[in-house]
C-alpha cells in the first residue's frame, strides 16, 4: 500500500500537467465535495494517467454535479489515457447518478490536436464566456518561467519600475519570515482587511487552517511581511510539481507605500526557484483589455514580472442527463439574478 502511494507522490510530482488541485492532499481542502480519484496504468502497471474528481450533491432531485478542477494530469495528447479516464469517470457517474461532469485542464487556447481528442470522446466546451465569473478557475493567467533561471537574471528579466519597488520594500526596512500555523490569524486579520478595501468575498479563517493542515508543510508556505515589528502583508502560495501558485494574499491599510506586495512576490518567486521549479503562477488576470478596468490595476502589477500571459481552453463538460441539467441551469440563473439584485442594494 505505501509503494503504491509513494508511486502515485512520484507521478504526480513528475508529471507536468501536476496542478495542486488534483492531488489527494486538496481533496482533503475540500471537505464539502466527495471525492472519487481515478488512476490509469499502462501494460507494465505504470501509472500513465490520473484525475481527482469532486462531487457535489444539489437540491435538483438529490443529484451529483461532478467537477475535476484542472484535469486531466497525463500526456494531453496520449488519446488512448484520455479516453480511459474519461471513462472511468462515465463510471463514477453512473455510480452517483450525477447529470454533469465539468472539468477546466491546464491546457492553451491554442492546443488544437487536444482539442480534435477531446471532441471525439464526447466532450463539449463551453462557448462565449462574456464574463470571468462564467468559469471556476481562471481563464487567464500569468506564469514566470523560472526553469535553470537564476535570481540575477530574473530580477534582470523585471520591468525597472517592479525592480525598483523590490528593492524600495527593503531599503526602507521592510522584512518577511515564514509564518507558523499560529500566525494565520495575521494572515486572516490582512485577508479581511484586503477583501474590505477591495470588495470581494473572504473565506474563514477554518479554511486557511484547513489548507495549511491537509497541504503542509511540505506543499504550502506562510509568508508575512513586516514594518518595525508589524505585520503589514500577508501570502499564502502553494508549491506542487514543478510549479509554485500564489494563491492568497492580502494588505493591511498601512505603509502600503513601502511596496510589501512587491517583495511577497520576489519571496514566493525564490521558493520557486529553491524548489527547482519551471513555472510561478500568478494565477488569473483580468482587466488588460482596458485601463478603465477596476482590475487594470492588478494586471499591471503582475505584468511587472515579465511574466508569460496564457490563456487556457475553454471549460469542458460532458452532460449525463439533459433534463436535470437544464433544470439546474435554469435554478442556478434565477438564484444569480436574484443575488446580482441583492448586491446593487447594498450597494
Known amino acids: 500500500m505505501n509503494s503504491e502511494k509513494e508511486e502515485l507522490k512520484n507521478f504526480l510530482q513528475n508529471n507536468p500537467k501536476t496542478n495542486f488541485m488534483q492531488s489527494p492532499e486538496w481533496a482533503k481542502v475540500k471537505?464539502?465535495?466527495?471525492?472519487?480519484?481515478?488512476?490509469?496504468?499502462?501494460?507494465?502497471?505504470?501509472?500513465?494517467?490520473?484525475?481527482?474528481?469532486?462531487?457535489?450533491?444539489?437540491?435538483?432531485?438529490?443529484?451529483?454535479?461532478?467537477?475535476?478542477?484542472?484535469?486531466?494530469?497525463?500526456?494531453?495528447?496520449?488519446?488512448?489515457?484520455?479516453?480511459?479516464?474519461?471513462?472511468?469517470?462515465?463510471?463514477?457517474?453512473?455510480?452517483?447518478?450525477?447529470?454533469?461532469?465539468?472539468?477546466?485542464?491546464?491546457?492553451?487556447?491554442s492546443d488544437e490536436e487536444f482539442k480534435n481528442i477531446i471532441k471525439e470522446l464526447g466532450y463539449k466546451t463551453k462557448k462565449n464566456i462574456k464574463d470571468i465569473n462564467q468559469v471556476i478557475q481562471p481563464k487567464y493567467v500569468f506564469r514566470l518561467d523560472v526553469k535553470n533561471k537564476t535570481e540575477e537574471e530574473l530580477l534582470k528579466s523585471f520591468e525597472s519600475k517592479t525592480r525598483y519597488n523590490i528593492r524600495l520594500a527593503t531599503k526602507k526596512g521592510v522584512t518577511t519570515r515564514v509564518g507558523t500555523r499560529d500566525d494565520l490569524k495575521i494572515f486572516y486579520d490582512i485577508m479581511k482587511t484586503t477583501g474590505s478595501r477591495d470588495d470581494f468575498f473572504i473565506r474563514p479563517l477554518s479554511y486557511f487552517q484547513k489548507i495549511y493542515d491537509s497541504m503542509g508543510p511540505e506543499h504550502v508556505r506562510l509568508i508575512i511581511a513586516e514594518y518595525e515589528n508589524e505585520p503589514i502583508a500577508a501570502v499564502l502560495p502553494i508549491l506542487y510539481g514543478n510549479k509554485v501558485w500564489y494563491l492568497y494574499g492580502g494588505s493591511s491599510n498601512k505603509h502600503r507605500n513601502l511596496m510589501p506586495n512587491y517583495l511577497l512576490q520576489w519571496e514566493m518567486i525564490k521558493w520557486a526557484l529553491e524548489n527547482k521549479c519551471d513555472w510561478y503562477d500568478f494565477r488569473g488576470v483580468s482587466g488588460f483589455k482596458s485601463e478603465n478596468d477596476p482590475q487594470y490595476g492588478v494586471y499591471k502589477f503582475k505584468k511587472g514580472f515579465n511574466p508569460v500571459f496564457m490563456e487556457f481552453i475553454d471549460e469542458m463538460y460532458i452532460v449525463y442527463n439533459?433534463?436535470?441539467?437544464?433544470?439546474?441551469?435554469?435554478?442556478?440563473?434565477?438564484?444569480?439574478?436574484l443575488n446580482s439584485i441583492k448586491s446593487k442594494f447594498k450597494k
Not at 471537505?31 to 500513465?48: L, R
Not at 444539489?58 to 480511459?84: Q, S, W
Not at 439533459?322 to 439574478?337: C, E, L, R, S
Open 322 to 337: 439533459p433534463f436535470i441539467n437544464a433544470i439546474f441551469n435554469f435554478t442556478k440563473g434565477v438564484y444569480d439574478k
Open 31 to 109: 471537505t464539502e465535495w466527495k471525492n472519487e480519484f481515478i488512476i490509469v496504468k499502462d501494460e507494465n502497471g505504470n501509472i500513465k494517467g490520473t484525475m481527482s474528481i469532486l462531487l457535489r450533491k444539489t437540491p435538483i432531485f438529490g443529484r451529483y454535479i461532478m467537477y475535476a478542477p484542472r484535469g486531466f494530469v497525463c500526456d494531453v495528447h496520449d488519446k488512448e489515457t484520455l479516453k480511459k479516464l474519461t471513462e472511468k469517470s462515465t463510471e463514477i457517474a453512473k455510480k452517483y447518478k450525477a447529470f454533469i461532469f465539468r472539468l477546466d485542464p491546464d491546457v492553451l487556447q
